[in-house]
């Protein structure tokens, strides 16, 4: 099987290097950076170069640890897709079956958007921290005063419910495109991610859409402008 990589600069050396001494016959094409942890795969039978069959997605984040150690992996498509790319798959993962089966196609994409939201993201308008580091952004080594204090907390406040705004607006667009339907995973693995009330018979990325739509809601236009 030869398999086409289309992958964001950043990740093309580190995969490079992880299947240098695999003997998986691959090739590597240029992906967006906009999206710079997601990947797609093509699969070509040897047999017959000229059949290109349909492909999979993945989330692969890029440790420095994933050329040696592999990455963390989470994939999208058919089950005879993944089977075709599980040799792939299995490669690039930490171990055989060390990866995630987290949906159909359009899954991994959804999950890439959300992780880069929750890791930092930029638009035109607001540059936003990790989700877990707006504790941090707004404190110095001086003393604040307790008006100080509070407008720091209003403007942190504001940081995350804009990116819990966004996350919402990824969750329903994903769950509209993709309507509710019992998930069989590729292979054994864990059915419940997101505690009691995630429905195992879903894919991981529904139990993640409905996760996020359980996020406090604040309509887009009550959310008052971060001053800079």
């Given at each position: 099987?030869?398999?086409?990589?289309?992958?964001p600069?950043?990740?093309?050396?580190?995969?490079?290097?992880r299947?240098?001494?695999?003997?998986?016959?691959?090739?590597?094409?240029?992906?967006?950076?906009?999206?710079?942890?997601?990947?797609?795969?093509?699969?070509?039978?040897?047999?017959d170069?000229?059949?290109?069959?349909?492909?999979?997605?993945?989330?692969?984040?890029?440790?420095?640890?994933?050329?040696?150690?592999?990455?963390?992996?989470?994939?999208?498509?058919?089950?005879?897709?993944?089977?075709?790319s599980?040799?792939?798959?299995?490669?690039?993962?930490?171990?055989?079956?060390?990866?995630?089966?987290?949906?159909?196609?359009?899954?991994?994409y959804?999950?890439?958007?959300?992780?880069q939201?929750?890791?930092?993201?930029?638009?035109?308008?607001?540059?936003?921290?990790?989700?877990?580091?707006?504790?941090?952004?707004?404190?110095?080594?001086?003393?604040?005063?307790?008006?100080?204090?509070?407008?720091?907390?209003?403007?942190?406040?504001?940081?995350?419910?804009?990116?819990?705004?966004?996350?919402?607006q990824?969750?329903?667009?994903?769950?509209?495109?993709?309507?509710?339907?019992?998930?069989?995973?590729?292979?054994?693995?864990?059915?419940?991610?997101?505690?009691?009330?995630?429905?195992?018979?879903?894919?991981?990325?529904?139990?993640?859409?409905?996760?996020?739509?359980?996020?406090?809601?604040?309509?887009?236009?009550?959310?008052?402008?971060?001053?800079?």
């Amino acid at each position: 099987m030869n398999y086409t990589i289309v992958a964001p600069q950043p990740l093309q050396a580190l995969i490079a290097h992880r299947l240098s001494h695999s003997g998986i016959r691959y090739q590597l094409n240029h992906g967006s950076d906009h999206h710079p942890t997601s990947l797609a795969i093509i699969t070509t039978s040897t047999a017959d170069p000229s059949a290109a069959t349909t492909g999979i997605e993945c989330l692969a984040l890029p440790t420095p640890q994933a050329p040696e150690h592999g990455f963390i992996l989470a994939a999208a498509g058919s089950i005879s897709a993944l089977q075709r790319s599980a040799p792939l798959l299995d490669t690039l993962a930490p171990t055989a079956q060390g990866w995630l089966h987290i949906g159909d196609v359009g899954a991994a994409y959804f999950a890439a958007q959300v992780w880069q939201i929750l890791l930092g993201s930029s638009t035109e308008s607001h540059d936003f921290l990790p989700f877990w580091q707006n504790t941090q952004r707004h404190f110095t080594q001086q003393q604040l005063t307790h008006a100080e204090l509070i407008a720091n907390l209003a403007k942190q406040t504001q940081a995350q419910a804009q990116q819990c705004q966004q996350m919402r607006q990824l969750a329903t667009a994903f769950l509209q495109r993709h309507p509710e339907q019992t998930f069989t995973p590729y292979h054994p693995q864990q059915r419940q991610y997101f505690g009691p009330w995630s429905e195992t018979r879903l894919s991981p990325a529904h139990q993640l859409a409905k996760l996020i739509m359980l996020l406090p809601f604040q309509p887009e236009d009550t959310i008052a402008p971060i001053k800079k």
